[in-house]
């Protein structure tokens, strides 16, 4: 089946680095169309010019999404822009790692309404245009953590396990309009969010993935693809892991 995303609206949000930019840049090479939300507009130039050097068009937003305003905007510029939004792709995230014994109730605030809020701003503010437009696809970017859990990332796993049932309840709700939902579990990704750990804990992290390697942001940005276009259209509710072997340890 051709998988070509040609003609389609997708919103990647998070898109001005790592996995989110990959994202973004390899949907616009299959034809979408893709508007890319950060925290700034200007964190996103690369992605535009990206993006632009492909042809492909390209609409920058800015906002923090763990405000629903900024799910609504988003969405509404997008509808603005091209009349319908066909994909989305809640990705942007945050970590504020800390054993939980020092870990605030800021940290876990501000964790939870970013990775779990956010995504559930964009799931309420996505659902009404696909509704009309009479179909969607909607993919949580999860973690592998979520399912195992992690030391220092109490906030984290929560707010990532949380995407789980979140999902699996949207998919059944929203799966009779044609609309489908999943959650993208990367694993170890070599981004700026990982950059930040000490060497001592990325090589004992890479030593217990089965491939050897750290995932890049494109490992991640192929599955995202395939769920967005045609070949993922009777995929739903599913927890898809994308990390090389690690959950195998
Ligand atoms: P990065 O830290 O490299 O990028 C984070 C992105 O999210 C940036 O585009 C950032 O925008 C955006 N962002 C952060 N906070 C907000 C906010 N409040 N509102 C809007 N945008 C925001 O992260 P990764 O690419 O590594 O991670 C992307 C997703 O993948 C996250 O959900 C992460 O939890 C998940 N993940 C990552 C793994 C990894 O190993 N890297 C493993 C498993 C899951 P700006 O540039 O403006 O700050």
């Not at 559930?120 to 503010?125: C, D, P, Q």
């Amino acid at each position: 089946m051709d998988n070509s995303l040609q003609g389609k609206n997708i919103l990647v949000t998070g898109a001005s680095r790592g996995i989110g930019q990959a994202i973004a840049v390899h949907c616009a090479s299959l034809g979408a169309n893709v508007a890319g939300l950060a925290t700034r507009t200007s964190n996103l130039d690369a992605t535009a010019a990206a993006i632009q050097e492909l042809g492909g068009e390209f609409l920058g937003l800015e906002g923090d999404i763990s405000l629903a305003a900024t799910a609504t905007d988003a969405i509404a510029a997008v509808i603005e822009k091209w009349g319908t939004l066909d994909g989305l792709v809640a990705n942007a995230g945050i970590t504020r790692d800390n054993l939980l014994l020092r870990m605030t109730q800021e940290d876990f605030d501000a964790v939870i309404n970013t990775n779990l809020g956010g995504s559930f701003h964009l799931l309420k503010a996505a659902t009404k245009p696909m509704l009309r437009n009479k179909g969607g696809s909607i993919i949580f970017i999860g973690s592998v953590v979520a399912t195992t859990g992690n030391p220092g990332q109490a906030n984290y796993c929560a707010a990532k396990a949380g995407l789980h049932g979140l999902a699996r309840s949207a998919a059944i709700e929203l799966g009779s309009r044609n609309i489908t939902v999943n959650v993208i579990a990367p694993g170890f990704i070599a981004t700026d969010m990982t950059d930040k750990l000490p060497e001592a804990a990325k090589e004992a992290m890479t030593s217990h993935i089965a491939l050897k390697r750290p995932g890049t942001p494109e490992d991640i940005a192929g599955l995202s693809a395939f769920l967005l276009g045609p070949s993922g259209s009777y995929i739903t509710g599913q927890v898809m892991l994308v990390d090389g072997g690690l959950s195998l340890a």
